[in-house]
């Protein structure tokens, strides 16, 4: 299993970014895929979290309403399109991917951590 994140960078505060992420080596429409992110010296934050058991996109509370899961299943690729963006966004964004039939809440909540990983990908929101 391999996922690589890109997009990431630095932008001002109200503005927008659409994150990346390539899958490989899995069947991107079975597992559980999402997105999380992680500031130095505090809990990792599940952002997004799609389950192809349910269907269902969970988002985080913090960002709800700003950020759009989204998936391009021909290409394996999911993608994380970050709107009005704040400074408390800054983080490093990983993409994740899971084989277990569970809901997304499970994986974003931290109920249950996904098994596999990418390299995490910096966004700064800053003026």
């Known amino acids: 299993v391999q996922l690589v994140e890109s997009g990431g960078g630095l932008v001002q505060p109200g503005g927008s970014l659409k994150l990346s992420c390539a899958a490989s080596?899995?069947?991107?429409?079975?597992?559980?895929i999402a997105w999380f992110r992680q500031v130095p010296g505090k809990e990792r934050e599940g952002v997004a979290c799609?389950?192809?058991?349910?269907?269902?996109?969970y988002y985080g509370d913090s960002v709800k309403n700003r950020f759009t899961f989204s998936t391009d299943n021909a290409k394996s690729t999911m993608y994380l399109q970050m709107n009005n963006l704040k400074p408390d966004d800054t983080a490093v964004y990983y993409c994740a991917a899971d084989p277990r039939y569970y809901s997304g809440s499970y994986f974003c909540r931290g109920v249950v951590p996904p098994n596999f990983w990418g390299q995490g990908t910096q966004v700064t929101v800053s003026s």
């Open positions: 080596g899995f069947s991107f429409g079975d597992y559980v």
């Open positions: 799609f389950s192809n058991r349910d269907k269902i996109t």
